[in-house]
């Protein structure tokens, strides 16, 4: 079974910085695609970035310039570097991992992930 555990959400004002971190379990790290996704109450769930296993990565108009994903596979471990915030990026943040080599051409699409963490929160104040 495959575990993923998201991790460094908080509450932090506009303009400031965030790292999450998601750490996986229960395979070994070799999914294909890692993906981040959002939510906000009342809200659909919406793509943020995505990386592969070899490193290529993809971002949101929303968020290109500002958020930047990264992974180490020895750790077993995906990361979302959030810098210069808005009250706009608060949602719950996810991610998700697939071992399926179709995902990478489809990265944006939530149905194209099977492993999802159980979230953490971030907050932006104005």
């Known amino acids: 079974q495959v575990q993923l555990v998201e991790s460094g959400g908080g509450l932090v004002q506009a303009g400031g910085s965030l790292r999450l971190s998601c750490s996986t379990s229960g395979r070994t790290f070799s999914a294909y695609t890692m993906g981040w996704f959002r939510q906000a109450p009342g809200k659909e769930r919406d793509f943020v970035a995505a990386i592969t296993w070899s490193g290529n990565t993809y971002d949101a108009d929303s968020v290109k310039g500002r958020f930047t994903t990264s992974r180490d596979n020895a750790k077993n471990t995906v990361y979302l570097q959030m810098n210069s915030l808005k009250p706009e990026d608060t949602a719950v943040y996810y991610c998700?991992?697939?071992?399926?080599?179709?995902?990478?051409?489809?990265?944006?699409?939530?149905?194209?992930?099977?492993?999802w963490g159980q979230g953490t929160q971030v907050t932006v104040s104005s």
């Open positions: 998700a991992a697939s071992y399926r080599l179709s995902t990478t051409q489809r990265v944006g699409v939530y149905t194209a992930y099977d492993y």
